[in-house]
Nanobody, 127 residues
Framework: QVQLVESGGGLVQPGGSLRLSCAAS??????????IGWFRQAPGKEREGISC????????YYEDSVKGRFTISRDNAKNMIYLQMNQLKPEDTAVYHC??????????????????RGQGTQVTVSS
């Protein structure tokens, strides 16, 4: 059974940092066949894809609102994906989810209906 489990969320002051982790398990083939992305959803707002990384880790994409502040990475040997979040702002407050799409090359921040996704971890940025 495929599972994606996020962790690392919490309460942080504006300007602070958090590192989110996504633990992947149960995939039918090696995790490097899957592009992994992160999306977030705040109360009353639509889901927002913010970053993704290709299966090999050779390419990544960031949505403008997080570019230069967030860094996505992965360790396929450990089946882990990370999102380092720096210079956090109150508008970054949301539930953050990772998702996986089987994809030969590249990645996308658009979550597909057949993609695997985790339950999410809450990030709250507030003083």
């Amino acid at each position: 059974q495929v599972q994606l489990v996020e962790s690392g969320g919490g309460l942080v002051q504006p300007g602070g940092s958090l590192r989110l982790s996504c633990a992947a398990s149960g995939f039918p083939v090696s995790l490097d066949y899957y592009a992994i992305g992160w999306f977030r959803q705040a109360p009353g707002k639509e889901r927002e894809g913010i970053s993704c990384i290709s299966g090999s880790g050779s390419s990544a994409y960031y949505e403008d609102s997080v570019k230069g502040r967030f860094t996505i990475s992965r360790d396929n040997a450990k089946n882990m994906i990370y999102l380092q979040m720096n210079q956090l702002k109150p508008e970054d407050t949301a539930v953050y989810h990772c998702f996986a799409e089987r994809r030969p090359l590249g990645c996308t921040i658009v979550v597909g209906s057949n993609d695997y996704r985790g339950q999410g971890t809450q990030v709250t940025v507030s003083s």
